[in-house]
């Protein structure tokens, strides 16, 4: 919607709950529009997904889902994942109580050690 409101089914009813959840759904269409799987394919790994973790096929499991279908096709490197939700958990702890949590709140955003193995590993300064 050009007017940035969640768009609502019926009278009333949001089909989103929150934004982030009309993203993920944004997000698995425009992937799947580029041909990174089929409709089959992501009904079988939300399918999946949801008998072995035994919850609902929410947009929590659409997420986890389309983590899993990214890292299984290597489109995902190894360990950014990792690296994105460590900084998500950093920016969260520093954002300010209902403010909206940007990445750019990390305090390591703008260390450029923060991500150097050399800085962190056995021979930086971080062993």
Known sequence: MSDGQIP???A????FAEPWEA???ALVV???D???FDW???AEALGAHTRRTGRAADYAAWLDTLEG???ARDVLAPGLLAERR???ARAAAATPHGAPILLANDPLANDPLANDPLANGPLGSGA
């Open 30 to 32: 425009a992937l799947r």
């Open 8 to 10: 609502r089914g019926g």
């Open 34 to 36: 580029r041909g990174l």
């Open 23 to 25: 993203q993920a759904f």
């Open 69 to 71: 279908l990214l890292a």
């Open 40 to 42: 089959s394919e992501w």
């Open 86 to 88: 460590a900084a998500f």
């Open 12 to 15: 009333t009813d949001p089909v």
